[in-house]
């Protein structure tokens, strides 16, 4: 069984960098037909998708957020990672890694997610 | 970008009613649109991929429909266990970019 497990700083400054780890257990983060990806979700509001990483290294961000985001892996480590820079009170959000199928001819949807990590952004 | 305008909000219904949410795309998205469960504290769920292809192991009560611009999700028979908020979530194949709808909290009457 796939599992996803998120770890990093709970509590980052105004204009410092949020950094984030998503560990990959029960599977190859290489397997070809999927990519990884990051969403949050701030209090008491809705999903918003940040961007994910193919295995192949390519990318595709939130343009919202796309000057900001850095998406990377490392297959030696079966993980992926986040950092979003300069980031404000309006960052602080439940941070969720996600696995996206895109195996299949149709859309690409997240199959598999990490239980989310709170992150606060305040002095 | 493509923007998904997902309604209601919210909606309070009986145990045992038929509960519908729409979502509509800002432009045709062919049917590459998924349906998620998100009950409080926990990630999303997903119920629904490619417009109307049940995910293994979700209830039967739950189903979407659409096409286009236009996307049914229906809870036939609403359970106890059903109170969640459910968000669409759209794939433009063009772009590469991923969008979820505002969501919807369905609560019992």
């Known amino acids: 069984q796939l599992q996803l497990q998120e770890s990093g700083s709970g509590l980052v400054k105004p204009s410092q960098t949020l950094s984030l780890t998503c560990a990959v257990s029960?599977?190859?983060?290489?397997?070809?037909?999927?990519?990884w990806s990051w969403i949050r979700q701030p209090p008491g509001k809705g999903l918003e998708w940040i961007g994910y990483?193919?295995?192949?290294?390519?990318?595709y961000y939130n343009p919202s957020l796309k000057s900001r985001v850095t998406i990377s892996v490392d297959r030696s480590k079966n993980q992926f990672s986040l950092k979003l820079s300069s980031v404000t009170a309006a960052d602080t959000a439940v941070y969720y890694c996600?696995?996206?199928?895109?195996?299949?001819?149709?859309?690409?949807?997240?199959?598999?997610w990490g239980q989310g990590t709170l992150v606060t952004v305040s002095s | 970008d493509i923007q998904m305008t997902q309604s209601p909000s919210s909606l309070s219904a009986s145990v045992g009613d038929r509960v519908t949410i729409t979502c509509q795309a800002s432009?045709?998205?062919?049917?590459?649109l998924n349906w998620y469960q998100q009950k409080p504290g926990k990630a999303p769920k997903l119920l629904i991929y490619?417009?109307?292809n049940l995910e293994t192991g979700v209830p039967s009560r739950f189903s979407g429909s659409g096409s286009g611009t236009d996307f049914t999700f229906t809870i036939s028979s609403l359970q106890p266990e059903d109170i969640a908020t459910y968000y669409c979530?759209?794939?433009?194949?063009?772009?590469?970019?991923?969008?979820f709808g505002g969501g919807t909290k369905v609560e019992i009457k």
């Open positions: 490619d417009a109307s």
């Open positions: 432009q045709d998205i062919s049917n590459y």
């Open positions: 996600a696995r996206v199928d895109i195996a299949a001819a149709g859309t690409y949807y997240f199959d598999y």
């Open positions: 979530q759209q794939y433009d194949n063009l772009s590469g970019l991923l969008t």
């Open positions: 990483i193919y295995h192949s290294g390519s990318t």
């Open positions: 029960g599977g190859s983060i290489s397997s070809g037909g999927y990519s």
